[in-house]
């Protein structure tokens, strides 16, 4: 017996959703499969094409890589001025440019795009003081770039002004697996070495 998802199709809207009767609670997963559908499936319409695009250079939309230049231009103007919570706006604009790409476009050159805005947000949050917000932006720094010693840093920066220092201790570790010699990094580790051993009554 065939089983049949519980899905229904606007053809108004174009847009598949699930039937009400399925519990929300239960489908978490299925409903963000069913967003990426329906996302893949506009950005299809919007080729008016039989087959979407070859994630080619000349696909690429150079327009939209323009808006993000001139909006990150503009968020790191901001930063020297050290106006960092405008600087993250701004730099949140910017990634939401880069993010609404065509998801039918090359990936690999999305990501440069996407990567430094994501940096450059992440440091205007920690630089404003908003260490969760940043933490956040870190996070998803190592997924996309766990190799790289500054995301490392980024992230440890976060746990040591939220008084996590173990973990702060941790990732200033990782980063100092790929570049031994860095830094911040070294001077970081130390500082948050003197600060659990005075937490543990050491010193």
């Not at 899905?7 to 239960?26: Q, R």
């Not at 795009?113 to 947000?121: A, D, Q, S």
């Not at 995301?151 to 702060?168: E, P, Q, W």
Request: a negative charge.
């Amino acid at each position: 017996m065939t089983a049949v998802l519980p899905i229904k199709y606007d053809p108004t809207s174009k847009t598949i959703s699930l039937e009400e009767s399925v519990p929300l609670s239960s489908t978490k997963d299925f409903q963000i499969e069913v967003s990426q559908i329906n996302t893949l499936y506009s950005d299809f319409i919007k080729t008016n094409s039989e087959l979407p695009p070859p994630p080619t250079k000349e696909a690429f939309t150079q327009n939209l890589s323009m808006m993000v230049k001139k909006m990150h231009e503009s968020a790191v103007l901001l930063m020297r001025q050290k106006s960092f919570e405008e600087a993250a706006k701004k730099f949140d604009i910017a990634l939401g440019l880069a993010s609404a790409r065509s998801k039918f476009e090359s990936f690999q050159a999305t990501l440069p795009e996407l990567m430094i805005c994501l940096i450059g947000r992440c440091d205007a949050y920690t630089n404003a003081g908003f260490f969760v917000e940043a933490l956040e932006d870190a996070e998803v720094l190592i997924l996309l770039g766990s190799t790289i010693p500054d995301n490392h840093l980024r992230r440890g920066i976060c746990k040591l002004n939220l008084g996590d220092f173990v973990t702060a201790k941790s990732d200033f570790e990782r980063g100092l697996a790929f570049n031994s010699k860095h830094p911040i990094l070294l001077k970081l580790y130390d500082i948050c070495k003197k600060l659990i051993d005075e937490e543990n009554g050491d010193v």
